[in-house]
């Protein structure tokens, strides 16, 4: 694996993304930043769970052969044990983060995808962005319709207090000897395609395979500059976001 990797903050504030890789393995999160005035009954931020989260991710996957599932299960368990004494862990508006992440397992190049933290791979030349998209079917987005509906059957998942969420992502193996390359993008990265249309998923994967990652978050950064009010009224989400960008090349 030749791994390349960009990030950059909403301006203005911390970012909460965190990316990490390794030999044979790579990941995103994408802390989900907490609405204002809402009581998370937690006394640590998104980037205190991001980094948590991302370390003790980072430290099974250096040293364990269980399944990605079985790895990000283990890693939101002890994640949850590290602040149970001085948190409510079942508030269901505690701390989240998407996950992304790519792993060499044998022959196999294992996937996982957990909220809006897509991965793009190309597979002998076809591209194949892997979406986990529950969060676009949500049937209200308001604070209290989003905080019923986590980590919720019929809802969205994501990975905060609850290990079985792990469980509920899309996830899948493919043949390593047939991936040429791999993004994995948090969602203010992949709004190069989705929000913005700037290219299709095959162009995104061209461009930061030649111009590299950082290429494609400046884009993001132009475009969201340069969208005008009645543009961002059509759209859900942040006129900024954090955005990350990683480039994997087998």
Known sequence: MQVSCATIATPGRVNEDYAVTG???????DGATAASGVDSGCVHDVRWL??????????RLAVSDETAPDVLAEAIQATGAAHADTCDLRNPSSPSTTVALLRLRGDDLEYLVLADSPIVLDVAGEIRPIIDDRLEHLPSYTVEAVRELRNRPGGFWVAS????????????????????????????????VERFGLADWAGLMDLVDQAGPAELLRRVRA???TETP?????HRGKPHDDATALFVRF
């Open 23 to 29: 030999p044979d393995w790579a990941f995103v999160l």
């Open 50 to 59: 991001v980094r948590r989260l991302g370390g003790e991710l980072a430290q």
């Open 161 to 192: 207090t609850e290990p079985a969420a792990a469980y509920q992502s899309v996830r899948d193996v493919v043949p390593v000897g047939e991936v040429r390359r791999a993004a994995l993008l948090s969602d203010g990265a992949s709004r190069y």
């Open 223 to 225: 475009a969201e500059q």
């Open 230 to 234: 009645e543009e961002r009224s059509r």
